[in-house]
């Protein structure tokens, strides 16, 4: 039982705030459920811990499919404004994580490793009570009733005891709301990035894969009138070891257009939790996201005289060589602080004159290249790669002057998605900053004209 005098947002509740046992605002919880490896792979969407971890709301992401029966139905779909904790963890702050379901279209489960509790809409707001768990007193509560053993875990037992402050129902939809608009900023700027992302893609699909490129009219001889696809232009194509490729290209492998090739640097526990005149210090963990998030990146203690061997730089490629996370790359764009990187990691710096960085990164930043490394790699209980697997690759060389062309048209692509993922940090950190001061009454919103319009119907 979590010993209430131990949180100070507990101590001096505002004026009509009440302290509730977490159980009597729910109307049932539940563990997820477990089936046999032959009911897998096919039937109702299901939320397993990748999708937990991965997504604060989840609602209509891809997910795994599992075979349930009309019973297993009955019990184990979820429903809007649900609260999913994680059971488990292997680090402590893993423990109790909660993610809200969001107005899901598809009939949608999740797995045994997750406490599902359907929360009593006529007693509490369930996105006021996410944006608890998710402020610095839910992660105490959490990391009060948490085992710390091999693998730290929560029961739904001691989840339904603990005590939590509760204001009245429209001072929470207030305070969701006031989140919720934060989170919808975030989660529109992610979409965007995303857009931008796939424009990349088919760019790049598009040129070096369909071979429909702009051939330029003054290239043959023309008058100048501008660049036009190679499809009105037929492309003459030779044999290669990669298929048929445009005459003219070459094929190398990635280690033949690097300058650089390296292992990172490794560190103690201890050189990680340093100051801010430190440099970062990118990890495999930082990678595996769809963007590198450099707010949770931690500072690195390293001598002096080691800086310059591990030492990042625009355009330098970072990929991951063990784990289950083994080939997943970023290259790193304009905007980030003095960094270096960690040893799990592989570094590849691309020689310029050769092939363009942008374009090596879309390589190394694809399914194919990862599902290349998953085919080459050593191990079984820890796979691996190193540095001479990623570097194998064979690749397509177009010519400069294509490259540079590309390279125009994408860095522009780049630098939008940049902006777009500084403005969420921005966002993150201003709604951070404001949610355990609206959790605990510290911001007074009870006199706020606040037009919450749907979000908390």
């Known amino acids: 039982m979590v010993d209430i005098d131990n949180y100070h ?19 049932e919880k539940r563990n997820g459920i477990y ?55 292997l680090v ?21 490793s997750m406490i599902l509790t359907r929360i009593n809409q006529k007693e509490v707001n369930s996105k006021f009570l996410y944006y608890l768990f998710a402020s610095p007193l839910g992660r105490a509560l959490m990391a009060s009733i948490a085992s710390q053993t091999a693998v730290s875990g929560i029961t739904g037992s001691n989840l339904v005891e603990l005590i939590i402050p509760v204001p009245p129902l429209p001072t929470q939809r207030k305070i969701a709301g006031i989140l919720s608009a934060y989170d919808d900023l975030i989660e529109n700027n992610a979409r965007r990035i995303e857009i931008l992302e796939e424009m990349a893609r088919m760019l790049y699909r598009e040129w ?21 696809p190679s499809s009105n232009h037929p492309v003459e194509l030779v044999e290669s070891e990669l298929g048929l490729i445009p005459k003219g290209w070459e094929v190398k492998t990635l280690k033949d257009v690097c300058t650089k090739i390296n292992y990172g640097f490794t560190a103690k526990a201890q050189d990680t939790q340093n100051s ?24 690195c203690e390293i001598e002096e005289r080691k800086i310059d061997q591990y030492l990042l730089s625009e355009g330098d490629i ?56 998953k085919a080459n790699m050593t191990g079984s209980a820890q796979p691996q790669a190193n540095a001479q697997i990623m570097t194998s690759l064979p690749i397509l060389i177009p010519p400069q002057e294509l490259q540079e062309k590309f390279k125009k048209i994408v860095t522009d692509i780049l630098d939008q998605k940049e902006l777009l993922q500084i403005k969420n940090i921005n966002l993150r950190k201003t709604r951070d900053l404001l949610l355990p001061r609206l959790i605990s009454g510290e911001i007074d919103v009870e006199e706020l004209d606040i037009n919450l319009g749907a979000m908390n119907d």
Not at 73 to 85: C, E, I
Not at 92 to 112: A, D, M
Not at 276 to 299: A, G, H, M, N, Q
Not at 335 to 351: G, N, Q
């Open 9 to 27: 947002y507990l101590k001096q509740l505002p004026k009509g705030w009440q302290l509730k046992k977490f159980d009597d605002l729910i109307l």
């Open 35 to 89: 089936k046999k490896k032959e009911f897998h792979g096919r039937g109702t969407k299901i939320i397993n811990m990748g999708e937990l971890f991965g997504y604060d709301f989840i609602s209509n992401q891809e997910m795994k499919r599992i075979e349930l029966n009309e019973k297993e139905r009955d019990k184990y779909l979820v429903r809007d404004g649900d609260l999913l904790f994680a059971r488990r963890s």
């Open 92 to 112: 402590l702050e893993g423990s109790g994580k909660c993610s809200l379901i969001v107005n899901p279209k598809e009939e949608t489960t999740f797995e045994s």
């Open 208 to 228: 070096f894969v369909k071979f429909r490129f702009p051939v330029g009219d003054g290239e043959d001889g023309g008058n100048g009138g501008g660049d036009r």
């Open 276 to 299: 801010e005149s430190d440099p970062k210090f990118l990890r495999i963990t930082d990678i595996v996201p769809s963007v590198i998030d450099w707010e949770r990146v931690p500072y």
């Open 318 to 373: 970072v990929i991951a060589r063990t784990g289950a996370t083994v080939g997943y790359a970023k290259r790193l764009h304009k905007r980030h602080e003095k960094t270096i990187f960690a040893s799990y990691l592989v570094r590849l710096r691309v020689d310029e004159s050769i092939v363009k960085n942008e374009y090596i990164g879309l390589i190394v930043e694809s399914d194919e290249y990862k599902q290349f490394i």
